[in-house]
């Protein structure tokens, strides 16, 4: 099923974040997007508008709805 989902392995799929979390020469860089060859791409061009950061942080701020 995850294969379908995402086109590819979950190997492939983890491939960005682990080398996010292990790889030290990004230790302290931020705002960079890992790619799914595991190297750093640039950002989407909407990504950096700063309403859609402005929507992105208030959303993610809010509690989930339960029930």
Same mark, same amino acid.
């Given at each position: 099923?995850? $294969?379908?989902? @995402? !086109?590819?392995? +979950?190997?492939? !799929?983890?491939?960005?974040?682990?080398?996010? +979390? &292990? =790889? !030290?020469?990004? =230790?302290?860089? @931020?705002?960079?997007?890992?790619?799914? %060859? +595991? !190297?750093s791409?640039? *950002?989407?061009r909407?990504? &950096?508008?700063?309403? &859609? *950061?402005?929507? *992105?942080?208030?959303?993610? %701020? $809010?509690? +989930?709805?339960?029930?």
């Open positions: 099923m995850f $294969e379908r989902s @995402t !086109a590819g392995p +979950a190997s492939v !799929a983890a491939r960005p974040s682990i080398v996010a +979390a &292990t =790889d !030290a020469s990004l =230790d302290g860089r @931020t705002g960079l997007l890992i790619g799914p %060859r +595991a !190297a791409v640039p *950002v989407f909407g990504s &950096t508008d700063p309403r &859609t *950061v402005n929507d *992105v942080l208030r959303l993610s %701020r $809010e509690p +989930a709805p339960l029930g």
